[in-house]
C-alpha cells in the first residue's frame, strides 16, 4: 500500500514569509497528525485530526501556525509569518483503526527559515 | 500531560555487543509504548512496540522490557551490527481523544567497528 506524502521535502524561506506543507495519508487512515521535529530533538505534536475534525491542537503556536483537513483525506499546515526558530522537519503521521497507536509516517518536509 | 524521558543521549558500542536504551513516563494510563529507528534524513521507522498487557516482546535481534509499576521500559539490541547506527525514539500512548504520541528525545547510537 502507498505510504504517507508529503511536500514538499524541502523549503528554504526569509522570516516573516509564508510557508505551506501538504500531506496525503495512507488510505482509509482516519487519524492524521503533524508533528515538528527541531534538529536532535524528538518529534512534537502540533495538531491531530481525526477524520476533518480537530481533536488536539494545544500545541499548536496559533498566532502563526494553522492547518485544515477540509474533506477528511489531505491536509495543508501553514506557517505565516514564519519565525527562526520554526526551522525543522514537518512530519504528517497517520494512523487507522486496526492499531490503535501505531504511527506511519511520511518523509517529512525540511523547513529552513533564514 | 504524559512526558517521556530517554536516557542516554549517545550511545556508543563496539559492534557485535549488546546496547540498552531506557525511557520512563509519567501517564499512567499510558498503555502502548513503541520505538522508533530514524536514520539520517529519513522518516521515523517502527521497529518494535509493546502494549501494557505484557511484559516483554522479542523480535530477532531487538527486545522491549515494560515494568508498568515503574513506568519504564526498554529496548534491548543484540549483537549490533553497523546498520544499527541511528537515532532511537521511545515513544508512550495514553488512547482516548487525543492520543497523539509523545516522544522521548532520542537516544544517538553508534556501532564502533
Known sequence: EAGV?????????????????????????????????????????????????????????????????????????????????????????????????????????????? | GENVEQHPSTLSVQEGDSAVIKCTYSDSASNYFPWYKQELGKRPQLIIDIRSNVGEKKDQRIAVTLNKTAKHFSLHITETQPEDSAV????????????????????HLIIQP
Not at chain 1, 509564508?18 to 515538528?36: D, E, K, R
Not at chain 1, 505565516?80 to 497507536?101: F, H, I, M, T
Open chain 1, 5 to 114: 506524502a508529503q511536500s514538499p521535502r524541502y523549503k528554504i524561506i526569509e522570516k516573516r514569509q509564508s510557508v505551506a506543507f501538504w500531506c496525503n495519508p495512507i488510505s482509509g487512515h482516519a487519524t492524521l497528525y503533524w508533528y515538528q521535529q527541531i534538529l536532535g530533538q524528538g518529534p512534537k505534536l502540533l495538531i491531530q485530526f481525526q477524520n476533518n475534525g480537530v481533536v488536539d491542537d494545544s500545541q499548536l503556536p496559533k498566532d502563526r501556525f494553522s492547518a485544515e483537513r477540509l474533506k477528511g483525506v489531505d491536509s495543508t499546515l501553514k506557517i505565516q509569518p514564519a519565525k527562526l526558530e520554526d526551522s525543522a522537519v514537518y512530519l504528517c503521521a497517520s494512523s487507522g483503526a486496526r492499531s490503535a497507536g501505531e504511527l506511519f509516517f511520511g518523509e517529512g518536509s525540511r523547513l529552513t527559515v533564514l
Open chain 2, 88 to 107: 532511537y525514539f521511545c515513544a508512550a500512548w495514553t488512547g482516548g481523544g487525543a492520543d497523539g504520541l509523545t516522544f522521548g528525545k532520542g537516544t
